[in-house]
């Protein structure tokens, strides 16, 4: 068995769900980490009495000590399992989705958070649906069928059924795809995830672009529709290509950044530091 790679992630904002984790929450108390202090007639707790900040106070105002309460957070993966994730070049793109989710589920039941993952096609794939556990077994195991899964159909229509199903407390939502989607299908699905902690994957092949020549024939694979077509290609119909992908990628920046956090790139390869820096914001 492979050595598991370790995600370290932040959540945007304070966690409140009750559950005592890793996180800073949003109510207070009389342990955890220290946050400010407050007046006595506000929070009457005689054993937080800061004696320091209450000869500071010109007033002879009594201050307590109120200390940040730490809370779990659930963490998901959100798959698109459509046919164009079937797509392999420099990599496989379903092993750098399995290993990300792998990572993802040994990192957050280690905390003490819970991880569940939602695989979908045209519907939500109940074969590969893992609900929130802190079993790490169990997210491993989902994260090697994930590997083993077949991506299929033309549309990821199903994600907007796993966004219905984890509505509720706020989570942290690893949305992951090569998101060639229509744009009004993607501000569709952002819009019903808004009320989480949204980090957009992208999945991106180098070979989409090493491969396109400046001039020649050139067979193009549609993996949705499994039409194929023979394209002569030529310097400025590669320049418009180009050009296209850079502007779908632009698109997706923006409306992720609508929504909270920037889209994470990963090409050919899945860097853990490179996504836990992404994740803690630095």
């Not at 370790?6 to 769900?17: E, F, H, L, M």
Request: proline fraction near 4%.
């Amino acid at each position: 068995m492979a050595e598991l790679l370790d995600i370290a992630y932040r959540p945007r904002g304070r966690v409140s769900n009750g559950s005592v984790g890793a996180h800073g929450g949003v109510d207070v108390g009389g342990i955890g980490v220290f946050r400010d202090h407050a007046r006595f007639i506000q929070y009457p707790d005689a054993r937080r009495i800061d004696i320091r900040a209450t000869m500071r106070d010109p007033t002879g105002e009594t201050h307590v000590r109120r200390f940040e309460q730490r809370n779990s957070i659930d963490v998901y993966a959100l798959v698109d399992l459509s046919a164009s994730m079937g797509f392999q070049g420099a990599a496989r793109r379903l092993d750098l989705v399995a290993d990300l989710c792998a990572a993802l589920g040994y990192s957050a039941t280690r905390i003490g958070d819970r991880f569940g993952l939602l695989a979908c096609d045209a519907m939500l794939r109940n074969d590969l649906l893992l609900p929130a556990t802190r079993a790490r077994g169990a997210a491993r195991g989902a994260a090697e069928r994930l590997r083993a899964a077949t991506p299929r159909g033309a549309s990821a229509q199903g994600l907007t059924e796993a966004a219905g199903s984890i509505a509720g407390r706020r989570k942290l939502v690893l949305l992951i795809s090569d998101f060639r989607w229509p744009a009004r299908f993607a501000a569709h699905l952002f819009g019903l995830l808004a009320q989480h902690d949204l980090a957009p994957i992208l999945l991106v092949d180098s070979a989409e672009e090493r491969d396109l020549p400046h001039f020649g024939l050139v067979e193009l694979d549609d993996l949705e529709s499994g039409a194929r077509r023979l394209v002569l290609m030529r310097p400025a119909l590669r320049r418009r290509w180009l050009a296209r992908e850079a502007e779908r990628r632009d698109a997706l920046r923006r409306l992720a950044l609508s929504n909270g956090r920037p889209p994470f790139v990963i090409r050919d390869a899945f860097d853990a530091d490179a996504l836990s820096r992404h994740l803690l914001g630095l």
